[in-house]
């Protein structure tokens, strides 16, 4: 169901939804057992969940199609990914907690090497310590000076950077200066359309600058820009579903994108203890919480597929200290599968699981891709229902129609 | 596939298809067993149906949604219940008989108790009998007069009545009076929109009469009115599917819903038995059956868990009666899920199956909400899908392109 369609029927109880998010969660047998590491992964208290469910797969964006971070997580908040689309910069912003403005034009910046004739012979610069970026980020705000444009310059972490150009009738349609590969020089700054306006010249002034106050530093003596955006003006989470709404998250990038769309962003922890007991603390003062856990996607990435496994045990070995809070709605799945195999995204729909006391229960008794195939979500739910199935389940849905 | 499509490729022959509804067919485990209504009834019948049909769940309008009965009806006769809405006003007219012309304007009215000051104190003034609303309506009837206007005034069933203005230029488009609590007064007549005209003073001066009328009647001193509408100008159902089409419905709601979209209604008792006999009797008469069974929606909208299963056995029994007249195809649903653990319409998916000699059989042995959802409809198809299956399976949709 789409957002506009399900905002209309909303109603407001004292039920409690939770949405815990395990990034990459779906996976691919590596061994000869011929397992993936949800179902390698000894999960009882998933499993025990997962019977009491209705159970499934989903599809974050499109059968086939490999989602970022960012479309991942807006497919499970309802949002279709491919209607709401949003930039890097702007994510970059979102996850430092820059306090973007409706007209900012946003660029996630990496510090990166050059040679003598202006080729890019590092794109991370050795991926120099944060410590060292802002250092270079404080020597840049303190030189750059662009008549009628305010720069912000601020560190993500180590070769990361964002730069935020606010000022009049700005336009955020700009291709990446990054050329992707090494041995070519930074592209140069253009509208990706038929745009007009001074934005172009800015960035082309900001690089030249750049260019000139890193001339000297090793390893870090340029700057590649990506993902220039503009803030969205879309509907709000907490308004359409009309839930007080929370994200616990370690990652900063996930952050920003619940902040993107109104969550509140609760303080939490690096460990996914920490995350568990923030829900704890804070179980009273919302109506909905997103609880995410990065480093079954991590893992994933470095196809380290034990490590991987372990994270779905911990999260698994957790779960009863959530469910004694007596949730009324719980739904567990991941934003995209990422297969140790593959070491990255991938376009393999992800398990997911809904919990509640009218669910309907299906015959699934084992959270893991092929039992999940089973049940009576489907093996392929358009991610983007999840929230109408979710709110549905915690009675909050008026009925359609007489 | 949508309307339209479908549409362009259907082709006339002599073979019959039915579509047996049991309202509100989807339930709920309620008791230890873990079984719904339906998993619970023993039905030998629709399980040997089942053996030699293809089966699935449906969603009616989209995953979470719970639909009334229009959208639901809507979506099982090929009409997607979101494009296509009707509004309570015409669904009451069309339930009577009552031949709404294309400018008319329907409400709904409810007689009420309204105290001195003209606050609500039942919306329903007790439930009035029939008989009384009967004798309020012909003295409306009598004595309301509005210049311009031709005013019908129709009892429905206890409380209820259909109020219909007939005459040039007028609009729809108005709020609903009832206030949906007890302890305010009626809401005043007004447009929904920007939407200028005559009807909203024609409103207001029904209500001053009406109120004058009704003043020392007890307890039904006042009306409320809602779902103000016009007859929508829709695709007719044996046009658009070359099917002559009757609807057996022992309640008036769904003998409105269906010929709203052109179905011949024919004349049938209030029980079961009664609605297999009319199909038995007009069987040569037509090439497609809408089957209503009420009771099973009504019984799991009192939460009776027992009765409900009764009447899907009583349903079973008689379904050898209709496989007699052997049908080239039959479809067996629901409009909605009405689990009596709920005690209302809800969202889980509907079963179903779809018989023909030419349906491909899945292994689905049983027909149960658990078991449909490994048949080879899935688990969550469309409602709106449903009748191009049927017609495939009758041969009569043409190949699509060359």
Redesign the interface.
């Known amino acids: 169901?789409d957002l506009e369609?399900?905002s209309k029927?909303v109603k407001k109880n004292d039920k409690k939804i939770v949405m815990l998010v395990m990034d990459g969660l779906g996976g691919h047998p590596i061994k000869e057992d011929g397992l993936t590491e949800l179902e390698t992964a000894k999960t009882p208290n998933l499993d025990k969940l997962a019977e009491k469910s209705i159970c499934?797969l989903q599809v974050p964006v499109g059968n086939g199609i490999t989602p970022g971070s960012g479309p991942g997580h807006l497919g499970l908040f309802g949002y279709n990914p491919i209607k709401y689309q949003v930039g890097r910069g702007v994510l970059a912003a979102m996850g430092i907690g820059f306090d973007l403005k409706a007209e900012d034009v946003a660029a996630r910046g990496n510090f990166c090497t050059i040679d003598e004739e202006g080729k890019v012979l590092d794109r991370r610069a050795g991926r120099i310590p944060s410590e060292k970026n802002k250092e270079l980020c404080k020597k840049l705000c303190e030189n750059i000076d662009i008549p009628g444009v305010e720069v912000f310059i601020e560190t993500v972490k180590e070769h990361r950077f964002l730069l935020v150009l606010r000022g009049e009738g700005l336009n955020g349609e700009l291709i990446d200066t990054d050329p992707q590969v090494v041995g070519e020089k930074p592209l140069e700054p253009r509208f990706k359309n038929s745009a007009i306006g001074k934005t172009v010249d800015i960035v082309k002034e900001f690089l030249r600058q750049a260019k000139k106050i890193l001339k000297n530093e090793k390893p870090a003596n340029m700057v590649l820009l990506r993902g220039f955006s503009q803030k969205p003006n879309w509907p709000s989470f907490p308004e359409v579903f009309k839930l007080r709404s929370a994200a616990i998250a370690a990652y900063p990038m996930y952050r920003g994108l619940a902040r993107l769309i109104g969550m509140d962003i609760l303080q939490t922890g690096e460990t996914v203890e920490e995350e568990f007991k923030t829900i704890e603390e804070k179980w009273n003062d919302y109506d909905f919480f997103f609880l995410h856990v990065k480093k079954t996607d991590s893992y994933g990435e470095d196809g380290n597929f034990d490590a991987k496994v372990s994270v779905i045990e911990k999260v698994d070995s957790l779960l009863p200290r959530l469910m004694n809070l007596n949730p009324d709605v719980v739904v567990v799945t991941g934003d995209h599968s990422t297969p140790s195999l593959l070491k990255s995204h991938s376009w393999h729909p992800v398990p997911v699981l809904i919990y509640s006391k009218?669910c309907?229960?299906?015959?699934v008794k084992r959270f893991g891709e092929r039992e999940c195939i089973?049940?009576?979500?489907?093996p392929r739910?358009q991610a983007e229902?999840l929230?109408?199935?979710?709110?549905?389940?915690a009675l909050k849905?008026?009925?359609?129609?007489?």
């Not at 089973?374 to 489907?378: M, Q, V």
């Not at 929230?387 to 389940?393: D, E, S, V």
């Not at 849905?397 to 007489?402: D, I, R, S, T, V």
């Open positions: 169901m369609f399900t029927i499934g009218q309907r229960p299906d015959k089973t049940g009576s979500i489907g739910l229902d929230m109408a199935l979710a709110m549905a389940n849905l008026e009925k359609f129609g007489a």
